[in-house]
Nanobody, 113 residues
Framework: QVQLVESGGGLVQAGGSLRLSCAAP????????MGWYRQAPGKQRETVAI???????NYIDSVKGRFTISKDNAKNTLYLQMNSLKPEDTAVYYC???????WGQGTQVTVSS
């Protein structure tokens, strides 16, 4: 079973930046698509951003212009650059494949006002 390991979360003030990383144990170059997802307290998990094998990206409206998803096939790593963070971005962030597979532990992002 593929184990994805998320890292890079932390506590940051509003307006700050973080870069999340997601390490896959094997090659991701042939993976159809991968994404970042988040779950805030008391809310359902939502899709934040998706990147296809061809590099096409999609974002939820609330993060457009602030977040950037990217991947490094040579390092088998998925990234999420998050700028201009807002308190409403506070959540546990997860990476996963499309379609979904087993969830990792995620990484906590907390944005203080």
């Amino acid at each position: 079973q593929v184990q994805l390991v998320e890292s890079g979360g932390g506590l940051v003030q509003a307006g700050g930046s973080l870069r999340l990383s997601c390490a896959a144990p094997g090659s991701i170059s042939s993976i159809n698509a991968m994404g970042w997802y988040r779950q805030a307290p008391g809310k359902q998990r939502e899709t934040v951003a998706i990147i296809t094998s061809g590099g096409n990206t999609n974002y939820i409206d609330s993060v457009k212009g602030r977040f950037t998803i990217s991947k490094d096939n040579a390092k088998n790593t998925l990234y999420l650059q998050m700028n201009s963070l807002k308190p409403e971005d506070t959540a546990v962030y997860y990476c996963n494949f499309v379609p979904l597979r087993a969830w990792g532990q995620g990484t906590q992002v907390t944005v203080s006002s």
